[in-house]
């Protein structure tokens, strides 16, 4: 596996783990290789990747958070009321 692969790969892990915060590294990596029908000591690089890509495609994109968008309702009602 050349480099650009490798950090390819570490960047779909990485994608993996934010879907899945619940689970530990050594799961996540267990999983990605069962979905590439692999046993953890016999996946190699190039499986967990496509693996990986191919089970990030078939997820729903992330809907971004509207972090404070609530808070900002809040104090405006709050600030009507007054």
Same mark, same amino acid.
């Given at each position: 596996? $050349?480099?650009?692969?490798?950090?390819?790969? !570490?960047?779909? #892990?990485?994608? !993996?783990?934010? *879907?899945?915060?619940?689970? *530990? @590294? %050594?799961? +996540?990596?267990? $999983?990605?290789? =069962?979905?590439?029908?692999? =046993? #953890?000591?016999?996946?190699?690089?190039?499986? +967990? @990747?496509?693996?990986? *890509?191919?089970? !990030?495609?078939? !997820?729903?994109?992330?809907?971004?958070?509207?972090? %404070?968008?609530?808070?900002?309702?809040?104090?405006?009602?709050? *600030?009507?009321?007054?």
């Amino acid at each position: 596996m $050349n480099k650009q692969r490798r950090v390819d790969l !570490l960047a779909a #892990i990485a994608d !993996l783990s934010q *879907r899945y915060p619940d689970w *530990r @590294f %050594g799961q +996540l990596v267990s $999983n990605v290789a =069962g979905w590439a029908d692999q =046993g #953890i000591w016999d996946v190699a690089d190039e499986q +967990l @990747f496509q693996a990986a *890509r191919s089970h !990030l495609k078939q !997820l729903a994109p992330i809907q971004p958070r509207s972090v %404070g968008k609530s808070s900002k309702s809040k104090v405006k009602s709050q *600030r009507s009321a007054s």
